[in-house]
């Protein structure tokens, strides 16, 4: 991936997430599926400009959904999506997250 624009999609602000940058100093992203630890840690350096210690990915696979309308039933899937978890050198941080 060529475009480090492409690789981190938007951060995740959630309980979960806010608690982990409390305690652990860590920020949680929606990245590409495609993307892999290494072009994630360069995309968030160069981005923010901070120092990554560690990258850790998960997948988070979509739902189910289904719709009644008039019409019928209608069932269909949510796109399935991953998760960075970026921990920052000691005393680094991300400003985007503090203006939540």
Same mark, same amino acid.
């Given at each position: 991936?060529?475009?480090?624009?492409?690789?981190?999609?938007?951060?995740?602000?959630?309980?979960?997430?806010?608690?982990?940058?409390?305690?652990?100093?860590?920020? &949680?992203?929606? #990245?590409?599926?495609?993307?892999?630890?290494?072009?994630? =840690? /360069?995309?968030?350096? +160069?981005?923010?400009?901070? %120092? &990554?210690?560690? #990258?850790?990915?998960?997948?988070?696979?979509?739902?189910? =959904? /289904?719709?009644?309308? +008039?019409?019928?039933?209608? %069932?269909?899937?949510?796109?399935?999506?991953?998760?960075?978890?970026?921990?920052?050198?000691?005393?680094?941080?991300?400003?985007?997250?503090?203006?939540?």
């Amino acid at each position: 991936m060529a475009d480090i624009r492409k690789i981190i999609f938007k951060p995740v602000i959630t309980e979960r997430s806010t608690r982990l940058k409390e305690s652990d100093n860590k920020f &949680v992203f929606e #990245v590409d599926r495609r993307a892999n630890k290494r072009e994630i =840690k /360069t995309a968030v350096e +160069k981005l923010f400009g901070v %120092t &990554v210690k560690d #990258v850790k990915t998960s997948i988070v696979r979509g739902k189910m =959904k /289904t719709t009644f309308m +008039k019409s019928g039933r209608f %069932t269909g899937k949510r796109p399935d999506r991953k998760k960075a978890f970026v921990t920052l050198a000691k005393g680094e941080n991300i400003d985007i997250f503090d203006q939540v």
